[in-house]
């Protein structure tokens, strides 16, 4: 408690994180004539929100921090000393900032996404993947000596252990290749027990040139393993992708020549897939890493969460969507039904993006380059007339539905030869960087503690316990 130049007490707080430089918090009670909420002595911070608690007639001044107020100021909202205080409820995280970042900007309304201040469309442009991996890790773009060490440190970290190999071997023969790569970085665990000291930063980087190195050879196992394919060491001679190519694809021929278009493409689509601040597995990735778990169990738990249709697992349902639909004339009818609640259009739509997603714009320009060399994937006509009714369709424009990056990916990895249950393994290879950059962020950052929400509670006040020969039944039975 502080004194005011009042002789009254007030509630002063914690300082807002970046130097508000101000008692953060005050509560006044307040009469007709609204008593000042810092009174002589106290300074008043930058920007502030004056809340006054109808149940108490107190009047709190919170500070704001680029436009945030700290959930736990409004814990000292009280109607009395016994009060728990209050809470803020927002299911599905829709209006709370649960870090500080400085990774990744979106400016959903206006359609801007950059990585460490530098737009997509430039990275896409001009960058290879790994250079952007550094650049969403390390917050700088690598220099030409910087870029090389890299290169060569995730080159050599390719490989897997050969029981990995075998580990993968006892997969059913029809697995999701998804289900596989989850499994498997998770028993990467199991190799590195070292990787467990995540309070030792050279530790961490080290898991993180292992990650980067391995995902692809392990995705590319799991798509030899559904076809049925003996698997494809790494090509230490390839850049990153051509080597991801090689491992796909290489069959009879004694060194791999990999397509420039296809393995440009392939970046492309690794660089616009690199991170999107805090989604689903973002999240996940923060809440699981927040207990102090490895990052392997804690990358196979983000990889989880992508693999849900409503997140990364989207592209994979666009296919379905587009094979449904099954010629252009029949879109209409499909909008339809959309419009009437009966379905969802896959690939549009998304919680941040409120415009044309940039990376659809980017993957459509790349799905040309690409059919320029596999020849053009026919799903294409019907994604465009759909794309071109929604657009116009009231329906879409009202809650301001664009397509969003799965949309035209699934068609590019269908044109590359991918069955739609690797979309997301496809999609898992890149963002492992970016849960990796958000992973540091979490472990560097003073204010994270484990990550632990509340609940608003409305189950039963305390029951009378009934003996089991007393009981009535009252729940439905399970049905198997
Ligand atoms: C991405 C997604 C989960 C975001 O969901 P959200 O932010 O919770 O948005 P909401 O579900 O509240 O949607 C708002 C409104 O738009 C509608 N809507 C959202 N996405 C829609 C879609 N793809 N098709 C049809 N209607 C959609 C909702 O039904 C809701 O309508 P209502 O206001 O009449 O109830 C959602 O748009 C979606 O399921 N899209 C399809 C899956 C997909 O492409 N995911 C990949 C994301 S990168």
């Not at 007709?32 to 809340?51: D, K, N, V, Y």
């Not at 400016?107 to 991996?133: H, S």
Request: proline fraction near 6%.
């Amino acid at each position: 408690m502080a004194s005011g130049a009042d002789g009254r007490k007030y509630r002063s707080g914690t300082l807002a994180p970046g130097g508000v430089s101000a008692a953060a918090f005050s509560g006044t009670r307040s009469g007709p004539g609204l008593a000042p909420a810092f009174p002589g002595g106290m300074q008043m911070p930058e920007e502030s929100l004056t809340i006054t608690d109808n149940r108490t007639n107190i009047t709190y001044t919170v500070p704001l921090h680029h436009g945030t107020v700290r959930a736990m100021d409004l814990r000292k909202i009280k109607t009395g000393p016994d009060d728990f205080g209050l809470m803020s409820y927002d299911p599905a995280f829709m209006n709370t900032a649960s870090c500080q970042s400085a990774i990744t900007f979106i400016d959903g309304d206006k359609g801007i996404l950059r990585y460490r201040g530098y737009p997509i469309e430039v990275l896409a442009e001009r960058c290879t993947f790994l250079e952007v991996a550094y650049l969403i890790l390390f917050g700088e773009l690598p220099t030409e000596p910087e870029l090389k060490e890299w290169t060569d440190k995730i080159t050599h970290h390719t490989m897997i252990h050969e029981n990995t190999k075998e580990f993968m071997r006892g997969f059913h023969h029809d697995a999701h290749p998804m289900g596989m790569f989850i499994s498997t970085i998770a028993a990467l665990s199991t190799f590195y027990p070292d990787a467990r000291n995540i309070q030792s930063r050279q530790v961490r980087n080290h898991q993180i040139l292992r990650l980067i190195g391995k995902v692809p050879t392990i995705a590319a196992y799991a798509y030899r393993h559904s076809l049925g394919l003996p698997y494809v060491y790494p090509d230490n001679d390839l850049t990153y992708t051509e080597n991801f190519l090689n491992m796909l694809w290489k069959m009879t021929e004694l060194k791999y020549e990999p397509n420039p278009v296809l393995a440009r493409a392939a970046e492309v689509l690794f660089i616009l897939h690199a991170d999107h601040e805090q989604n689903c597995s973002a999240n996940t990735m923060r809440c699981v890493g927040s207990s102090h778990a490895d990052p392997y169990v804690s990358v196979a738990a983000a990889a989880a969460a992508l693999s849900g249709p409503l997140h990364g697992g989207a592209n994979e349902e666009v296919l379905k969507m587009l094979d449904e639909i099954g010629s252009v004339d029949r879109v209409p009818e499909y909008v339809e039904k959309v419009k009437a609640g009966h379905l969802k259009l896959m690939g549009f739509g998304h919680r941040v993006y409120k415009n044309y997603d940039p990376r659809a714009r980017i993957i459509k320009r790349t799905a040309e380059a690409v059919f320029e060399v596999t020849g053009r994937n026919p799903k294409l006509d019907i994604a465009l007339e759909l794309e071109g009714i929604a657009l116009q369709d009231e329906y879409f424009v009202k809650r301001k539905l664009y397509p969003n990056v799965d949309f035209y990916s699934g068609i590019i990895y269908q044109a590359l030869g991918f069955s739609p249950d690797m979309f997301t393994v496809l999609f898992a290879i890149p963002r492992t960087v970016g849960w990796l950059a958000q992973w540091q962020e979490l472990l560097e950052d003073a204010e994270q503690k484990i990550a632990r929400p509340r609940q608003d509670f409305i189950g039963h006040d305390v029951r009378e316990f009934v003996a089991l020969e007393d009981r009535v039944t009252k729940v439905a039975p399970v049905s198997d």
